[in-house]
């Protein structure tokens, strides 16, 4: 398995663009979660899906977020508009189960977002 | 309010000697907790984990400990080597979310 795919893998927009994030993750897995990492807050939680429904968006930090997982090979996270403050590191994970029952989670290699 | 906290933002290390990383949390509810380990532009990798019913947990070279009255746990590496050189997050599992640190750059010094 090549592991858990995100496109792109940097993304420069300006301000009040639609930012559309994609990930492809692990096949089999049931899980996935979508990450921002900044130098300020670290890594943090924005949404997870389990089986294709979010089960939590409490992370999501404004309504600009919104974030689908139609199938269980793909999700995207938008971003519309965005705002500078948007620019992070985003990374996808996904697991087979349960972290405490599985382990672990697998990330991609993420997506770099300037919004200038 | 972070729950989990790396309080070293880097450390520096000779190679071949141990590397000890720290990690607080304030939440007595967690009970499942891991490391992982990043490189520049790559994800993050899973580590080592410990539940809270162990103090320790051995995998090679990398021990984690926990002390749950204190509510710290440490990741020790040894013997320390280059290629230990990365952002290593300290997490706490809660309902199926995983809270992390902000990590510790460990360097590993020739």
């Known amino acids: 398995d090549a592991g858990v795919i995100q496109s792109p893998r940097h993304e420069v927009t300006e301000m009040g663009q639609e930012v559309t994030l994609r990930c492809k993750p692990i096949?089999?897995?049931?899980?996935l979660f979508w990450y921002r990492q900044t130098m300020m807050r670290g890594l943090e939680l924005l949404i997870y899906?389990?089986?294709?429904?979010?089960?939590?968006d409490s992370g999501m930090p404004e309504d600009r977020f919104s974030a689908k997982m139609p199938n269980a090979s793909f999700s995207n996270l938008k971003i519309q508009p965005s705002e500078p403050r948007d620019s992070a590191v985003y990374f996808c994970?996904?697991?087979?189960?349960?972290?405490?029952?599985?382990?672990?989670?697998?990330f991609g290699p993420g997506t770099r977002l300037t919004v200038l | 309010d972070q729950q989990v906290k790396q309080n070293s933002p880097s450390l520096s290390v000779q190679e071949g000697r141990i590397s000890i990383l720290n990690c607080d949390y304030t939440?007595?509810?967690?009970?499942?907790f891991l490391w992982y380990k990043k490189y520049p532009a790559e994800g993050p990798t899973f580590l080592i984990s410990?539940?809270?019913?162990?103090d320790k947990n051995e995998d090679g070279r990398f021990t984690v400990f926990l002390n749950k009255s204190a509510k710290h746990l440490s990741l020790h590496i040894v013997p320390s080597q280059p290629g230990d050189s990365a952002v290593y997050f300290c997490?706490?599992?809660?309902?199926?979310?995983?809270?992390f640190g902000k990590g510790t750059r460990l360097h590993i010094l020739p």
């Open positions: 994970a996904s697991s087979l189960a349960r972290t405490r029952v599985e382990g672990e989670q697998f």
């Open positions: 096949s089999g897995h049931d899980y």
């Open positions: 899906f389990n089986n294709n429904v979010p089960i939590d």
């Open positions: 939440n007595s509810m967690f009970d499942y």
């Open positions: 410990i539940s809270s019913i162990k």
């Open positions: 997490a706490a599992d809660r309902d199926d979310k995983i809270i």
